[in-house]
């Protein structure tokens, strides 16, 4: 299965008008302007003077004269791969460093945050390094991730084989090559994300694993969680992604320069093997092969479920993703459950004192490793306190009646953390950051009636229009505070406007400058390239073509019933189910599961382990041919033709509820005025029974 930004990548051949290269899918070719500093838009914008003097002024404010980072990234280095490009299996490209390049060139970039770029050269480590001598070795550089080899008595445990299968394969047989060829006799899935168990495939056969030749050790819960947490609002999320990992900008310094945790998303076949053994407790031990492993589950940190590993005869400490080269998302923009800071600054604090106080060495699965005591415990308690203060700060100044519309515009990190690189926010960004704390603690309302019920944006932007004195007035005025650097002055007033007048193309190029410049400046690769990405839509359209197919056999069969049948009820539109009222008993022989599923009141409803004593209609198939419909192989009338599935009493009731299902597709815009009125996106042909695209939770 290819992940899913890769899928959407693909789409973007399809957009009308569009000059530029897709970045988002780690596969596409680098903008051909790139290290020439051309800007890759006909349309775009040189950094302003404004942008500029900021930027001027923090390079002369950060603490660059730390090296330490350059150094630790570069400790242990054994050889890179020849290559910077690896194929996918399906002939496209799924990895290429090379288009990166031009971060390597020695410029100062005025369209990139310094601190930015500072990260974005970080993360062009690529290759096979040494962690702990003879012991531990990761690969860097070949997707999002990274992945970690421990030598055993026998073999290799790897630790997050990445996104992809081609990509995990090339660094497994990289590792090989430079250090001779041994098995790999266990995989260590840190969490539920798709960049730390996708590539599985490419270090192991599913056959060894279930043979019991080859352990796959996983936090509990995390079967759920691989699915579950970007199936609901999975549609939504795909298209909001655009924005976040910066989809349709080109690799170019003033596109996409990084994605903070790591480069970019391998564009190769993702797949799941379901793990063998999962940590239940708190703290657990395990040898594997000779290797002594004591897990930390982390559960509701970076992902539902996650967990650290400490390795004691090496003394050495992998932090999964809860620590790594940044502060990460607390509300992650693509969509996600908002995260607890003050848990996860408690669960870095126990790992501080279970094993801070005695590694020697801290490694993780992003960024670069970092050695010798003392420094293991500076990142560790600086990153303990960067959301030990996010979240107490931000309490406080809500108790003082900050509310969610305001602190972002408030609230700041202290002088002490601030000059301390681990303590910057690529992944995530204080402003979004810290209206997530209260979002979570006291929601979405600011407590002004007005803000309560209000008024859509496109209902309200007329009004304001209106009482500005008209779109000239709002022109000539964005674009005096435009010229002023007042950039988000400038963006309040002609977001107005663009909203009102969605086709007011004039309107649409001056928010797409003022976000430029915006994004320009941020220091969040995730901020920054939502607002140029909002830019590049606002000045050529959002894509259009075929839906992305996102679901692989892997992912449908990790699917429980129960969450498909949920999901079901998501994509039922409700007006078309008013006045049906039916009850249906669903039974999957082959691994003996019931539900019971109800339309009432216009609304789905299931349960399980039960079944009404009358329902209307009772449809039973074994669950492996229902995967099959769910990955939409086949269909259920093809199951019955088969003799495959049984429906036992009224029909009519399965077809009352066929016809209220609704296919989603990421075709709806981010910014008004922006999709294509010529070739609208049009509803794939589809099972209405097919499970829904399942979002990509790669970099969380």
Same mark, same amino acid.
């Given at each position: 299965m ?48 404004f ?8 390079? +002369? ?67 096979l ?78 056959a ?15 079967m ?24 349709l ?19 190769? &076949?993702?797949?799941l ?75 870095? &604090? ?17 960024s ?23 979240n107490?700060?931000?309490l ?29 926010s ?134 429980t ?12 539109d ?10 249906? &008993?669903?039974?999957?022989?082959? &691994? ?39 990955g939409g ?44 009125? +010529?070739?609208?996106?049009? +509803? ?17």
């Open positions: 290819k992940t899913q930004l890769t899928l959407i990548a693909l789409s973007i051949a399809l957009i009308s008008g569009s000059p530029a290269i897709a970045a988002g899918g780690g596969g596409l070719v680098a903008d051909p302007g790139a290290m020439q500093g051309k800007h890759f838009d006909s349309k775009g914008k040189a950094p302003s003077r942008t500029v003097e900021l930027q001027n002024g923090l390079r +002369k404010s950060l603490p660059f004269e730390d090296k330490r980072d350059f150094e630790e990234s570069k400790r242990g280095f054994i050889a890179a791969p020849s290559y910077k490009t690896i194929m996918a299996d399906a002939g496209n490209v799924a990895w290429d460093m090379g288009s990166y390049d031009f971060l390597l060139q020695g410029k100062d970039f005025d369209s990139v945050h310094p601190s930015l770029q500072r990260q974005a050269i970080l993360n062009m480590g690529y290759g390094y040494e962690v702990v001598p003879g012991k531990i070795y990761q690969v860097r550089g070949f997707d999002l991730s990274n992945i970690s080899f421990v030598k055993t008595n026998t073999g290799w445990i790897v630790f997050d084989p990445l996104t992809s299968k081609e990509t995990a394969r090339a660094a497994l047989q990289l590792v090989n090559e430079k250090l001779g060829k041994r098995p790999v006799v266990a995989v260590v899935y840190s969490h539920s994300h798709a960049d730390h168990f996708g590539g599985v495939r490419g270090v192991v056969e599913e060894d694993v279930k043979s019991g030749k080859v352990k796959i050790i996983a936090p509990a819960g995390f759920d969680h691989a699915v579950a947490e970007n199936v609901y609002a999975g549609n939504a999320m795909t298209r909001r992604l655009y924005f976040q990992y910066g989809v900008l080109p690799r170019s310094p003033f596109g996409h320069v990084d994605q903070s945790i790591g480069k970019n998303t391998a564009a190769g &076949n993702l797949g093997i379901e793990p063998t053994i999962l940590i239940n407790e708190p703290f657990e031990k395990m040898t594997v092969d000779g290797v002594e492993m004591e897990f930390q589950n982390t559960p509701g940190t970076e992902a539902p479920a996650e967990m650290n590993t400490y390795f004691p005869q090496m003394k050495a400490f992998w932090a999964a993703e809860n620590i790594t080269g940044t502060i990460h998302n607390i509300y992650t923009l693509r969509g996600a459950l908002v995260r607890d800071a003050l848990a996860w600054s408690k669960n870095i &604090n126990n790992a501080l004192y279970s094993y801070g106080t005695e590694a020697q060495v801290m490694f993780a699965s992003h670069w490793p970092r050695w010798g005591n003392d420094r293991v415990q500076e990142v560790m308690r600086t990153q303990r306190d960067s959301y030990a203060h996010l107490n700060e931000v406080h100044l809500a108790n003082n009646g900050v509310t969610i519309n305001e602190v972002h515009n408030v609230y700041k990190q202290p002088e002490s953390l601030r000059s301390q690189w681990a303590a910057h690529y992944h995530g960004s204080e402003e979004h950051n810290s209206r997530a704390v209260i979002n979570r603690y006291l929601g979405y309302w600011d407590a002004n009636p007005a803000t309560l019920i209000p008024l859509s944006p496109k209902d309200s932007a007329p009004l304001y229009v209106e009482m500005m004195g008209g779109a000239g007035k709002i022109m000539a005025k964005g674009k005096q505070l435009y010229q002023q650097g007042k950039y988000r002055e400038a963006m309040e007033i002609v977001n107005k406007l663009v909203y009102a007048e969605p086709d007011n193309t004039a309107a649409k190029d001056l928010l797409a400058d003022i976000f430029e410049q915006i994004g320009y400046q941020k220091e969040s690769p995730s901020v920054r390239n939502s607002f140029l990405g909002a830019a590049y839509e606002l000045r050529h359209g959002m894509p259009s073509g075929a839906s992305p197919k996102t679901n692989g056999p892997d992912m449908i069969r990790a699917m019933t129960e969450l498909w049948l949920n999901a079901l009820a998501i994509s039922m409700s007006k078309k189910a008013a006045g049906m009222k039916f009850i249906i &008993n669903l039974c999957t022989p082959d &691994n003996s599961e019931k539900f019971v599923v109800e339309m009432s009141n216009s609304a789905l409803s299931n349960i399980k382990g039960y079944q009404d004593k009358n329902p209307n209609l009772t449809i039973t198939v074994n669950r492996s041919d229902l995967e099959k419909v769910m192989q086949t269909t259920f009338e093809k199951l019955l033709a088969e003799g495959k599935a049984k429906f036992e009493g009224d029909r009519k009731v399965f077809e009352q509820l066929r016809s209220t299902m609704t296919t989603f597709t990421p075709d709806f815009e981010l910014m008004p005025g922006t999709k294509s009125k +010529k070739a609208p996106l049009t +509803k794939p042909n589809k099972d209405p029974f097919e499970a829904p695209p399942i979002a990509n939770s790669d970099g969380a």
